[in-house]
T-cell receptor
Framework: AQTVTQSQPEMSVQEAETVTLSCTYD???????LFWYKQPPSRQMILVIR??????QNATENRFSVNFQKAAKSFSLKISDSQLGDTAMYFC???????????????FGKGTKLSVKP | DAGVIQSPRHEVTEMGQEVTLRCKPI?????LFWYRQTMMRGLELLIY????????DSGMPEDRFSAKMPNASFSTLKIQPSEPRDSAVYFC??????????FGSGTQLSVL
């Protein structure tokens, strides 16, 4: 079975500091995508960043970057210069990908609630 | 593009009533997904479509749930009859082949 584990139910960080959210996953697939989604109190699910498993280079999106360790099946999210607007639930997600198509099932972790304090 | 549009945003109904949730995906996306979010179970995939055809409905809880996609711009998720345990946030999402799922704002369903 494919699973995604987020071991930190809650975290907090001071504004302007850096925080890292952890995620591990379990799969026998070799080709897949990993994602971080943000869900603020507004409930909207917002894509933060995506990593393709066959790419060794870690993905970055402005203040957001990942540390992808394929052998360890680890996919952590680093938020630099934290802002009050980063306060949200953060979900790690995984989707296997067959050649020529998608399996379709985005598997989510349970989430980490991040609070950014002024 | 306006993004994935879901309606209604909130739905309160009584047990036994029929509930219909609606979704308009992003134009050009050929995958559409219905997810349910609860505190206990997190985000669960209910069903997904590719080019309007249901591909995997193994997540649909039981026969009370049904989903349709009559065309590329519209999908419905129906619960009949509804039960209190169906109370949750229901999300619709769409994607193209690049695997980036874009979610709607969700429907908060409360079954009394």
């Amino acid at each position: 079975a494919q699973t995604v584990t987020q071991s930190q139910p809650e975290m907090s960080v001071q504004e302007a500091e850096t925080v890292t959210l952890s995620c591990t996953y379990d799969t026998s697939e070799n080709n897949y995508y990993l994602f971080w989604y943000k869900q603020p109190p507004s409930r909207q699910m917002i894509l933060v960043i995506r990593q393709e498993a066959y790419k060794q280079q870690n993905a970055t999106e402005n203040r957001f970057s990942v540390n992808f360790q394929k052998a360890a099946k680890s996919f952590s999210l680093k938020i630099s210069d934290s802002q009050l607007g980063d306060t949200a639930m953060y979900f790690c997600a995984f989707i296997p990908r067959n050649y020529g198509g998608s399996q379709g099932n985005l598997i989510f972790g349970k989430g980490t609630k991040l609070s950014v304090k002024p | 593009d306006a993004g994935v549009i879901q309606s209604p945003r909130h739905e309160v109904t009584e047990m036994g009533q029929e509930v219909t949730l609606r979704c308009k995906p992003i134009s050009g996306h050929d995958y559409l997904f219905w997810y349910r979010q609860t505190m206990m179970r997190g985000l669960e995939l209910l069903i997904y479509f590719n080019n309007n055809v249901p591909i995997d409905d193994s997540g649909m809880p039981e026969d009370r749930f049904s989903a349709k996609m009559p065309n590329a711009s519209f999908s419905t998720l129906k619960i009949q009859p509804s039960e209190p345990r169906d109370s949750a946030v229901y999300f619709c999402a769409s994607s193209s082949r690049d695997e980036k799922l874009f979610f709607g704002s969700g429907t908060q369903l409360s079954v009394l």
